[in-house]
Structures are given as structure tokens and as C-alpha cells.
């Protein structure tokens, strides 16, 4: 560079000129970027304007292919109308056809209608005299079959009152069996829902088939048993006594009845004979409950009876006893647990001295003191003392077991005939000797005239007769009769019932006394020359009944269910046994001033 040329100002030069470009490029880099700016803008706007026109070109297309749609559719239905109006026209011209022809064809109809209708009106005149004569024999076929059903029902009740004098001719017991029905206590465990179905405990297997036979169906086979009447587990309490109401009749003519329940535990002994257990204290009505059993139906069928005959004639009396542990215990009295012993008396009777009888219990209750027994309330109230004494417990099978065999004892003191009546012992002479008609016998003291016969009465009285009348009054004889209604102990297996320590003994006792029941009744049906009455103090006890001085009936009781098997197939054999026993004709009960003499009953006058 040349000496003296001042270097700055070149350089401010250049740099000026340097900051004008730099000037002018950022001034064309702001016009690029505005115009980029512009140019991006305008792409949005043109990307949105495709959008608008897609989504419009799309809807077009869609509104085409809906338009092409329609228009194939208008064509097919077109096309399908076409042809429906083709098969109008057909139709059409058959109906047209058809209309021609059907004045005709009416007119045929109508011709042929009514040759039917006369023909059916010829019929129906016809058949109006056949319907009428149909009637008339319809109506007499009725009648007939009325008659022959009355007639059947007469006669099957005739079969049975003769059958019935039949047995009583033989002697044979009256047996009948009662079933009950199923229990929720017979599953033995087992669920209740199952109750009676087939293969469990509680499956039925004693079926009922008709008014006289029972069937028991085993895996083996089945086995029929036939008894005098057989009870449905739907009879009523009511239903059983009707068959044995009729009994009731001959207590009143003299004659001795029994009627025993027998079965196994848990069976419906005690329902039987007394009633529901849902009323413990067994309270009576005055009007009869559907559940009152034998007993309670018994006093009050004895009580009605009573009511017609003369007032006076006739007086009650109630015993109540159960036989527990082979021991006679009186429920009655002031000491249930004294042990009493049966009597044999000089006519064979057999009675207990020592036995409370309601007209002279006196530590029953104050308002029974010394008054008979005249209404069926004062029965049951003695009923209901000697049950609240009985010994009762609660087993595996049965949750109210009788432990002991209980005996109510209604004795019926009936006024004899007049002329049966014996003169009353009169009153000694001042020496001591009895005077007779009025003046001092010489019979010796003991009580018995020159020929032997006695001088007591059956109820005493003595007195002393006028010295100036020959006439001595006489004491009305009396015929003594009882009706025994005896609700068995339940025959019980032990495994089953679970019993131990003191129930165990009185059910080995029970079983025993059963046993011996059983044993008197086969040694009568086979007519042995010795009856063992007193291997148990219940045969001893029962013997009179047994033995044939009483109608006998007994009241089998037999549950359903399989798990009871072995035991009512037990309880039906001795039904059986029982049936098979021919005691000789029932003897009528007479006043002791009479006696039997022949076969026919005459009464001879000692």
C-alpha cells in the first residue's frame, strides 16, 4: 500500500458496504420467510379445500350407491309386484269361473241338505222311542245297582256279624290291625327329606290292602295277613272305636270285655287307646275330640248307655294299675310303689283285694271322695292321676316310652232281675242265733241253713225283721261286670332303642311279660293241658280275659317302615296266634244267687 493513503477510510468504506448487503440479505431472507408464510398458508388452505372436496366427492358417492340401491330395489319389487298382479289375474279368473258355477253348485247343496235332514229327521223320530225306552232301562239299571249295592253292603255286614257270632261261639279273639303313619322319628337318623323313600330306614313296607288283609313286603317275598278288620293309616280315632263300640253293648248284658293294645314301642299304642300326646293330661271335652282313643270314647259310649236304662240300676267303678318290673302297682292309691298280689277266689275269679276302686279312694282327690263314678269326667280325671304315676322315659325310637303295661278297669254293678234277689241276712235272735222270717234259726253261726246254702248277699245289709211280719225284705242281687282297656308296654329292641341301666332292666322285663303273653296263647291255640298264666304277673293278672271269661279283642299297632321289620313282622304273628285260639263260648256273668246249668244257660236258684 502506497505511503500515505489512510487505511481506515478503505476499511470503513468496505465495511459499510458489507453491512448495506448484509442489510439487503436479511431484508431478502424476511421476504423469503413471509413468502414461505404465505405459501404454507395457502397449502393449508388447499389441503383443506381437498378435504371438503373428498368428504363431498364421498357423500356424492355414497348418495350414488344409495341411489343405485333404491333404484335396484324398485326394480325388484317392481318385477315382484308384477308377478303378484299375474297370479291376481289367475285367480281372479278362477274365482270368476267359480262364481258362474256357484249358484249351481248352491243349488245342489241345498237339494242334497235337505234330503239328509229329512233322512236324519226320520232317524231322530225313530230313535226317540229306543232313547226313551234307554232311559227307562237306565234308570231301573240304577235302581238295581242301588238295591244290589245296599244289599251287598247289608249283606258284607250280616258276613261279619255272623262271623263275629261265629268267633264268639268259638271263643276265638276279635284280633285287629292298625297302621300308622309315616314319622319323621322313623328316618333313624337318616334326612327327613328322604322320609319314605325307597331303599332308606324309613321306607314303606307294610301296606295296607283292604278292610281285612295287611301285606308286608320283604326282600324275599311278600306275606299276607288277614285279621277280622284292618285300619288305613288314614282312619280316624273315631273310625276304630265304631268297630268297637258294639262291644260296649255286651258289658250291659252281662258279659266281661278286654280290650288290649299290643305292638312294638313307638307303633300307636297309647294313641290308640288314649289319644294324642300333644295333650299329656289327655283333657276331656264335652263334646268328643277327633284324637280321644278307646278309653275316653269307651266312658262315654259305657255313660250314654247307662243313661237309658232305669236311674239307680246301675253303678261304675275305676281301677287304674300298671304292672311294672313283673310288680302289680296301683296308681290309685296313696303308695303307687306298693306291690299288690292277684287272688284266686272260691268261684276262680281272680281279683286284687288290696286295689284302690274309686268309690272308696280316698287320697285321690278331695271332690272324688267317696262318690262313684257317674260321669266320663270323673273316669278321666282318675286316668289322668294314674297317668301322671306311670313310668314313662324317652328312647332312641319312641321320645314317650311306657315302661310298664297299664290296665283301666271299669267295673259295672248292675241291678239283677227281682226274682233273682236273695232275702237279707236277718238279725241274730238274742241268744245269737240269725233270725229267718221272723223267728231265730238254727243254721249253725256261720252263715249257712240246714241244707247248706249260704246266707250272705253280694251286698251286705242286716237287719232286724219284725217279730209280727213273716215278710223279711230282700237285697237286690247284683251282676258284676268289667270292661279292661290295657295299653301294653312296646316290645323293644335294645340295640334299636339304646336303653341302659334301669331301662334296660324294665325293657328285659317287658319283653319277658310279652314273651309270656305270647306263650299262654299258643298253649290255648294247641289246647295244651297246662297254661302258664303264671309265668308273668301280666298273663296272671289278665287271665279271666285270656282265658275265655271275656271278649277279647286285640289292637294291633304296626309302624311302616322298613327299620321296624323284625318287630312287626313279630307283632303280626301273634295276631295270628292269637286269631287261631278257640276258647269255648264266652261265659255271661250272673249274680251269685244264679247259676249256669245245661247249654243253654238256664239259671237254677241255690
Given at each position: 500500500m502506497p505511503l500515505g493513503i489512510d487505511k481506515s477510510d478503505f476499511l470503513q468504506e468496505k465495511n459499510k458496504k458489507l453491512e448495506r448487503d448484509l442489510r439487503t440479505k436479511d431484508e431478502r431472507i424476511v421476504a423469503l420467510e413471509t413468502e414461505n408464510a404465505m405459501l404454507y398458508l395457502k397449502l393449508a388452505q388447499m389441503r383443506s379445500s381437498l378435504q371438503c372436496s373428498r368428504e363431498e366427492v364421498s357423500g356424492l358417492q355414497s348418495q350414488y350407491d344409495s341411489e343405485t340401491k333404491f333404484r335396484q330395489n324398485v326394480i325388484e319389487s317392481a318385477l315382484k309386484f308384477k308377478q303378484e298382479l299375474e297370479s291376481i289375474k289367475r285367480k281372479l279368473a278362477a274365482l270368476q269361473r267359480v262364481a258362474v258355477d256357484l249358484p249351481i253348485q248352491f243349488q245342489n247343496d241345498i237339494k242334497h241338505a235337505n234330503s239328509v235332514v229329512q233322512r236324519h229327521r226320520h232317524l231322530f223320530v225313530s230313535q226317540t222311542s229306543s232313547l226313551s225306552t234307554m232311559q227307562e232301562q237306565l234308570s231301573q239299571l240304577q235302581g238295581s245297582l242301588q238295591d244290589i249295592t245296599e244289599q251287598h253292603a247289608k249283606e258284607k255286614k250280616r258276613r261279619q256279624e255272623l262271623h263275629n257270632v261265629l268267633m264268639e261261639l268259638r271263643g276265638n279273639i276279635r284280633v285287629h290291625c292298625r297302621v300308622r303313619p309315616l314319622m319323621d322319628f322313623?328316618?333313624?337318623?337318616?334326612?327327613?327329606?328322604?322320609?319314605?323313600?325307597?331303599?332308606?330306614?324309613?321306607?314303606v313296607v307294610v301296606h295296607y290292602m283292604d278292610d281285612e288283609n295287611v301285606c308286608v313286603r320283604?326282600?324275599?317275598?311278600?306275606?299276607?295277613?288277614?285279621?277280622?278288620?284292618?285300619?288305613?293309616?288314614?282312619e280316624s280315632q273315631e273310625f276304630v272305636f265304631d268297630e268297637v263300640q258294639p262291644m260296649m253293648t255286651s258289658l250291659l248284658d252281662g258279659y266281661n270285655i278286654c280290650i288290649m293294645a299290643y305292638g312294638q314301642t313307638g307303633s300307636g299304642k297309647t294313641h290308640t287307646m288314649l289319644g294324642s300326646h300333644k295333650n299329656e293330661d289327655y283333657h276331656l271335652r264335652m263334646e268328643p275330640h277327633k284324637d280321644e282313643g278307646v278309653i275316653p270314647r269307651a266312658a262315654r259310649e259305657l255313660f250314654r248307655l247307662i243313661s237309658e236304662k232305669p236311674e239307680g240300676t246301675i253303678s261304675v267303678e275305676v281301677s287304674v294299675v300298671e304292672i311294672y318290673n313283673n310288680d302289680i302297682r296301683d296308681l290309685l292309691s296313696g303308695d303307687p310303689s306298693a306291690k299288690h298280689d292277684v287272688i284266686t277266689g272260691a268261684d276262680g275269679s281272680l281279683s286284687i283285694p288290696t286295689l284302690t276302686s274309686s268309690p272308696r279312694t280316698i287320697e285321690l282327690r278331695k271332690q272324688l271322695v267317696q262318690k262313684k263314678v257317674d260321669k266320663i269326667q270323673d273316669v278321666m280325671s282318675f286316668v289322668q292321676?294314674?297317668?301322671?304315676?306311670?313310668?314313662?322315659?324317652?328312647?332312641?325310637?319312641?321320645?314317650?316310652?311306657?315302661?310298664?303295661?297299664?290296665?283301666?278297669?271299669?267295673?259295672?254293678?248292675?241291678?239283677?232281675?227281682?226274682f233273682l234277689s236273695k232275702p237279707a241276712t236277718p238279725s241274730p235272735a238274742p241268744d245269737g242265733t240269725p233270725v229267718i222270717m221272723g223267728r231265730p234259726s238254727t243254721a249253725p253261726a256261720g252263715g249257712r241253713d240246714r241244707r247248706g246254702r249260704s246266707l250272705s248277699l253280694m251286698t251286705t245289709a242286716s237287719f232286724e225283721s219284725p217279730p209280727q211280719s213273716p215278710i223279711v225284705p230282700s237285697t237286690p242281687a247284683v251282676i258284676r261286670t268289667k270292661l279292661q282297656l290295657v295299653d301294653l308296654a312296646g316290645s323293644e329292641c335294645v340295640g334299636m332303642s339304646g336303653v341302659t341301666g334301669v331301662a334296660l332292666r324294665e325293657a328285659s322285663n317287658i319283653n319277658?311279660?310279652?314273651?309270656?303273653?305270647?306263650?299262654?296263647l299258643g298253649a290255648l291255640a294247641e289246647h295244651r293241658p297246662h297254661v302258664p298264666y303264671r309265668n308273668s304277673r301280666l298273663t296272671h293278672f289278665l287271665q279271666d280275659s285270656i282265658g275265655g271269661d271275656a271278649k277279647l279283642l286285640v289292637l294291633l299297632c304296626v309302624a311302616p317302615a322298613q327299620r321296624y321289620i323284625t318287630e312287626t313282622t313279630q307283632c303280626l304273628g301273634f295276631g295270628q296266634r292269637a286269631r287261631q285260639v278257640q276258647r269255648g263260648p264266652t261265659k255271661r256273668r250272673l249274680p251269685s244267687s244264679a247259676e249256669k246249668v245245661g247249654g243253654f244257660g238256664k239259671a237254677s236258684f241255690r
Open positions: 322313623d328316618c333313624g337318623g337318616e334326612d327327613t327329606k328322604m322320609l319314605g323313600s325307597s331303599g332308606t330306614k324309613s321306607e320283604t326282600t324275599k317275598h311278600n306275606k299276607v295277613f288277614e285279621y277280622e278288620r284292618v285300619y288305613s293309616p288314614d292321676y294314674g297317668l301322671r304315676m306311670r313310668r314313662e322315659s324317652a328312647t332312641m325310637v319312641h321320645e314317650h316310652s311306657s315302661r310298664s303295661h297299664l290296665v283301666v278297669t271299669l267295673t259295672v254293678n248292675s241291678q239283677a232281675p227281682n319277658k311279660s310279652l314273651s309270656a303273653l305270647a306263650d299262654v
